[in-house]
């Protein structure tokens, strides 16, 4: 083969190559200590005329510069085209918006719990807990709702295998256990969660949140109960919101009403709790003399308040763990 058919041979395969490993094999081929290159300079030791040697050996040098050449600016464009590659697979839009790591936050009925303890605060009050298995005599007894007393039937109870325990079917229990712990005067609330042995629906749900409040002294009134509860809804739904009182029956407050709220939104009357004031048996029952101090009670649904207050239609959506509702509070 002649030195110039070689070149053209090479030039060829360099055009087709495509990637450096490729062409690191022809480097070896043509310019390795074995390779090409190196046969013709071998081949130059038979020629024996001195300026035909001379001639040949310059002409193999020059191919050998050139196809040198060659190599180092096909490697050159090997070496941007991998990088660009490997820029693609990696590629980022940086003309999308940033993305922020999604912290998670508060469940809407742990906001609305700190929302409400935050406005009765203001007024004085403590707040206050209580156990969420109960014994019948906090959950009932105490309570004035004796063994027997139809009323029970008002709390469909779920009962422990451990005999005499049950899940509280209310917050009331929480009344008993402060008051047997603290003399008068006190203000409390206890919200908490509270527990139904009855068919869910779109208002009912077996487990549940309530808020309970017991405020005992010197000659509270039901006229007390009603500015304070008034302030409550006022700040709770962040306006004006007119309340009513209608008779009622509870064991544990005499007399007892239901409070009814017209959110301005709604222009409806709605019932949203129960009160009263606390029964002088309730009182003599944890020790405090119902001739010296009187008090009052109140309890409510907390679902009920926030499914008022943001338009939700199904208590049972608190608990599904949707993100969709989730996110949106
Ligand atoms: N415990 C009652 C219930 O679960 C609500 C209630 C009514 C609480 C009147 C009170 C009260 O403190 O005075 O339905």
């Known amino acids: 083969m002649e030195l110039f058919q070689l070149v053209e041979e090479v030039k060829e395969k360099i055009a087709k190559v495509k990637n450096l490993a490729e062409l690191r094999e022809i480097e070896v081929e043509i310019l390795g200590r074995k390779g090409k290159i190196s046969l013709f300079l071998k081949g130059l030791k038979k020629i024996k005329a001195l300026e035909e040697r001379r001639r040949k050996g310059k002409e193999i040098n020059e191919a050998k510069s050139f196809l040198t050449e060659l190599i180092r600016r096909k490697e050159e464009i090997l070496a941007r085209q991998l990088e660009e590659e490997i820029l693609k697979k990696e590629e980022i839009d940086i003309s999308q918006p940033g993305i922020k790591p999604r912290k998670g936050h508060l469940h809407l009925i742990t906001k609305t719990i700190w929302q409400i303890e935050e406005i009765f605060k203001k007024m004085g009050f403590a707040v206050a807990d209580g156990p969420e298995i109960e014994t019948p005599y906090y959950n009932f007894d105490a309570l004035n709702i004796p063994e027997n007393h139809p009323a029970r039937d008002l709390w469909d109870t779920f009962w422990l295998k451990k005999k005499n325990y049950l899940l509280r079917t209310h917050t009331s229990p929480v009344q008993i256990r402060y008051m047997e712990k603290k003399n008068p005067p006190l203000r409390i609330i206890a919200p908490g969660k509270v527990f139904r042995y009855e068919a869910t629906d779109a208002s009912h749900e077996i487990q549940f949140h309530q808020i309970e409040g017991l405020m005992v002294d010197k ?11 008034k302030e409550f809804f006022n700040e709770f739904f962040s306006e004006e919101t007119d309340i009513r009182f209608r008779p009622s029956y509870f ?24 009160a009263g004031m606390v029964h002088p048996k309730v009182l003599a029952n944890v020790k405090i003399n119902p001739l010296e101090w009187t008090g009052f009670a109140f309890g409510a649904g907390i679902e009920r308040l926030i499914m008022i207050k943001y338009n939700i239609p199904d208590i049972r959506l608190f608990y599904k763990g949707d993100l969709r509702f989730i996110r949106q509070f």
């Open 219 to 229: 000659k509270v009134s039901l006229g007390n109960f009603k500015a304070i509860i």
């Open 251 to 274: 064991p544990f407050t005499e007399p007892s009403v239901e409070i009814d709220i017209k959110p301005k939104k709604t222009d409806k009357w709605l019932e949203i709790m129960g």
